[in-house]
């Protein structure tokens, strides 16, 4: 019993890392209809970011945390203002989702030129030893992998109903044209939506790297698994992604350690795309965006 | 400003350069393994890439939808002719043609599906396609071998003559991607061709003419998947072997971006591209740990700034360069 | 001779508006009707409930013998309707002449097989379409610019290739939303002109239409619409003193 509550635990930190994935890209949708699947890859490289600031500068891994999170919530803002802002003026959707691509290919390219090949990782933020919870053995650093991703949906929940900004941004996401009409800066919106998602990848990549090994390759497994939390749960819907980020790492941990990790990845795709031709917007998306 | 400076320039701009770049082409395929016979194996990978990439032109440069899918039904390809050749013993041609022609169907199928979404969510659709492909090439392994792969798969056998060598399969792939090259431009230059981008355009005002746009991009859909088809069956005779880490989801991002940079309009783009992404890495490490990045860039810039491709942008600055723009002519009316 | 195009009681609601209310039409054969209204009135809904894009709750649309209510849009133009849009929805990587030769679409259908390998049919085809579609392009002096990206040209050109390609397909009757938008003076002179030539070439047109020295022009029968009803349905000089015209237009010089 012991066991099964092992591998869902480790599924369920799995899965907090895809949440914060597709939390990224929902909120970068709701805003811009932009679906970025970029996200993953910079995770990958926040991790990497704070792996060597540790190694190479000493600093503890803790602190390495809101280094990473300010560095990475600027650096996406000037990414989407160079990158993204140009492409949103001139490209039809679809080939936004190419550039998306090639942001995300670019990214793993830079791991490679930065990192090389090699697998990375970084010491636990608060040691090594395991807490012991009724009966199970767990790292330390899947409470700071929950905590990452309760801090994220609360300061998100908080954002979004308690400041004006917020109020703007979920105007912009319910209705770009009219918010424009009401002065709102839907450009400046989508740079802070960007700006958001980048404070959720460092916070994602930070925390996760202890546990896991990650490298240049790991870009697309992330990417794959941000896109379908995000889909299922429902484009757009933060409830959603998160959902959906949880139950694929739950379905993976489960499979992977009874089953075979690949089958839990069909299932997942088998999901996905019975939800596109079902019911195109996800679990708790709304429906009006995606049919012809 | 008279009638002949603005209307033929444009036309036997086209044309000309087609004819010139098709004379140049055949006389590098030609003369190639003799030039270079170290690197035959990167020019059938080139050819190989070259089909699965030739067959997206349609869909992606006239109906204007974006398949990430290519990877499935390349397994299908070569993962199908791996077993209807070791398991019952079918003709290698054979089996190749019929898994294209399967792939072909299945497309149709999973088109009707799958083309009723708006926009990239149709891409999104087909990039789970690609990550069903990579997983269940892993998973399955009673059908594909898993992880260490199928071996033993045979040559492809062709009117009694066996394609073994590199050389072999590299003019073979040249004639094919020719024949395909050849097919494509047909279509884009006929009244199909011009149906598909209308619907790529606009399909509500393609319909007001008449078209049928769903049958159009699942025609499109279907043709994409029966050259990926022919692609895997393809190398997998020459590699006499097929693995996952053929067909991964980076590979299936990669045909996309080959096509994406090398232009999705023409027959040549998809050269540029594949020599670009699977040509440039093998002529060194430092490529190779480049390339990925260059690529990205690459990419980002072509799919915001020239949405036609590298060649596609070559042909609009040739183009520019001799003629003047037609609304001078508005002051002779 | 019954007229091409019996429209009778065709009414339309969306959300409970009224958007087009138990509407009569008949347009005869060879003849120039124009629908004009303030905005709103209607016209663009009743365009596209006789094409199609939407189904009216009552109502029938006769055509030429065929009843249009129930039809998908994509069956018209074999009937014999071709229709423009509003902003010249010509395909900008098509030249001129490709889109004209797009729009006789219907006599060549989905031809995959035979387009791929060029077979003979296609290659004749081919040669058809391209000189009926250079006719066209002449008789609408726009042979200049054949060769050109359709979507490079001035908006007057653009519109009179939309013309050429709604010609295109041989229709009997051809609809016409808002040709003249967006055209300056000698523009839509040129444009009234085709027209002419158009009609004397045996086909009917409906046009929508809000700038009046083209439909005071052109028009044989002008219908005027407001609140989605019919309050005029003359000939141009008589619609014009109309007094209910005038205060539905509320100032619209004429």
């Known amino acids: 019993m012991s066991d099964y509550l092992q591998s869902i635990l480790g599924g369920l930190a799995d899965g907090c890392v895809y949440a914060l994935i597709a939390l990224g890209m929902s909120v970068i949708y709701s805003i811009s209809r932009i679906i970025s699947l970029a996200q993953g890859g910079f995770v990958v490289l926040a991790a990497l970011c704070a792996v060597s600031l540790q190694s190479g500068l000493g600093i503890s891994p803790l602190a390495t945390l809101p280094i990473m999170v300010v560095i990475f919530s600027v650096g996406m803002i000037g990414v989407a203002q160079i990158v993204i802002q140009p492409a949103a003026k001139r490209a039809t959707p679809e080939r936004l989702l190419l550039v998306t691509v090639g942001m995300l290919q670019a990214v793993g390219g830079l791991l490679l030129i930065g990192w090389g090949n090699l697998p990375y990782t970084m010491p636990a933020f608060t040691g090594d030893a395991p807490v012991k919870v009724a009966g199970l053995s767990l790292p330390t650093q899947y409470f700071w992998l929950a905590g990452a991703l309760a801090v994220s949906v609360l300061g998100l ?16 996401a319910s209705n770009p044209g009219a918010a424009a009409l009401q002065g709102i800066r839907v450009d400046r919106m989508r740079l802070i939506a960007f700006g958001l998602a980048g404070a959720m990848a460092a916070l994602a990549g930070t925390t996760i790297v202890p546990i896991t090994f990650l490298q240049f390759t790991t870009v697309t497994p992330y990417a794959v698994a941000g896109f379908i939390a995000a889909v299922v749960g429902g484009l757009g819907s933060n409830m959603g992604a998160v959902t959906g980020g949880l139950l694929l790492g739950l379905l993976q941990g489960v499979f992977g350690r009874y089953w075979n990790a690949d089958l839990a990845q069909l299932t997942a795709i088998a999901l996905l795309v019975a939800v596109l031709v079902i019911r195109p917007q996800g679990i708790f998306g709304t429906p009006e965006r995606v049919r012809r | 400003m008279t009638v002949a400076q603005i209307a033929p320039v444009r036309v036997s701009a086209a044309t000309g350069r087609t004819w010139l770049g098709l004379a140049v082409g055949a006389l590098a395929a030609l003369a190639l393994p003799y030039l270079i016979p170290t690197q035959m194996s990167l020019l059938v990978t080139v050819g190989i890439f070259y089909l699965a990439c030739i067959g997206l032109t349609p869909l992606i440069g006239q109906a204007g939808q974006v398949s990430l899918g290519q990877t499935l039904f390349m397994a299908i390809g070569a993962y199908g002719a791996g077993l209807l050749t070791l398991k019952w013993q079918w003709p290698t041609a054979l089996a190749a043609v019929v898994l294209a022609l399967f792939c072909g169907g299945l497309a149709l199928i999973f088109g009707a599906a799958f083309l009723r979404l708006r926009g990239y969510y149709f891409a999104l659709a087909t990039l789970g396609l690609a990550v069903a492909t990579a997983a269940l090439s892993t998973a399955w392994i009673s059908v594909t071998g898993g992880p260490s792969g199928m071996v033993d798969i045979p040559s492809l056998s062709l009117f009694g003559y066996e394609v073994f060598s590199d050389q072999a399969n590299f003019y073979l792939l040249v004639v094919l991607g020719g024949i395909a090259a050849w097919i494509t431009t047909n279509l884009r230059t006929s009244q199909t061709g011009r149906a598909l981008a209308a619907v790529g355009h606009d399909s509500v005002a393609a319909g007001m003419l008449g078209i049928n746009a769903s049958r159009y991009k699942a025609v499109a859909f279907a043709i994409s998947a029966m050259t990926a088809s022919l692609a895997g069956s393809l190398y997998a005779f020459y590699l006499r072997f097929f693995s996952p880490e053929i067909i991964t989801v980076t590979v299936a991002f990669s045909i996309v971006i080959m096509v994406a940079i090398g232009g ?31 690529a990205g860039l690459v990419l980002i810039v072509v799919m915001t700034y020239f949405p036609g491709g590298l060649w596609g942008a070559i042909g609009d600055a040739v183009g520019a360069l001799r003629r003047p723009a037609p609304s001078h002519a508005k002051e002779q009316r | 001779m019954s007229p091409l195009l019996t429209v009778r009681g065709l009414s339309r609601s969306f959300g ?57 849009p994509r069956d018209l133009p074999s009937l014999g309707l071709m229709r423009t849009f509003q902003s010249a929805r010509l395909v900008p990587s098509l030249t001129v002449r490709e889109n004209v030769m797009l729009g006789a679409y219907r006599f060549t259908r989905a031809r995959f097989l035979s387009d791929a390998l060029r077979l003979p049919r296609t290659r004749r085809e081919e040669r058809e379409l391209r000189s009926r579609a250079d006719e066209l392009i002449g008789f609408l002096d726009l042979t200049r610019f054949a060769d050109s990206r359709a979507t490079d040209l001035p908006a007057g050109a653009q519109r009179l290739v939309e013309v050429a390609r709604g010609l295109a397909g041989a229709p009997k009757l051809l609809l016409l939303d808002e040709p003249a938008a967006g055209l300056d003076d000698s523009e839509t002179r040129e444009l009234a002109d085709v027209l002419h030539a158009v009609r004397e070439g045996g086909v009917t047109m409906v046009l929508i239409e809000h700038n009046m020295s083209l439909v005071l022009a052109i028009s044989d029968q002008v219908t005027v619409m407001d609140a989605g009803k019919v309050i005029a349905d003359d000939v141009p000089s008589t619609v014009r003193e109309d007094a209910a015209v005038r205060k539905a237009y509320l100032g619209v010089a004429s």
């Not at chain 3, 138990?22 to 009743?46: F, M, W, Y």
Request: glycine share 14%; aromatic share 6%; no cysteine.
């Open chain 1, 157 to 172: 929940w908080l954002l979004l109903t308690k400041t004006d900004i917020g109020l703007a941004m979920r105007a912009t």
């Open chain 2, 264 to 294: 999705s309009r023409s027959a040549f783009g998809p050269l540029i591209g594949a020599l670009v992404i699977q040509g440039v890495p093998q002529m060194g490490q430092t490529f190779a740990t480049w390339v990925p990045l260059f």
């Open chain 3, 16 to 72: 409970g508006v009224a958007a087009v209310q138990s509407v009569d039409l008949e347009v005869e054969q060879g003849t120039i009707r124009a629908v004009i209204g303030p905005n709103g009135a209607g016209k663009t809904t009743l365009l596209d409930l006789v094409t199609g894009f939407t189904k009216p709750d009552m109502g029938t649309v006769d055509f030429d013998g065929h009843q249009l209510v129930g039809r998908s």
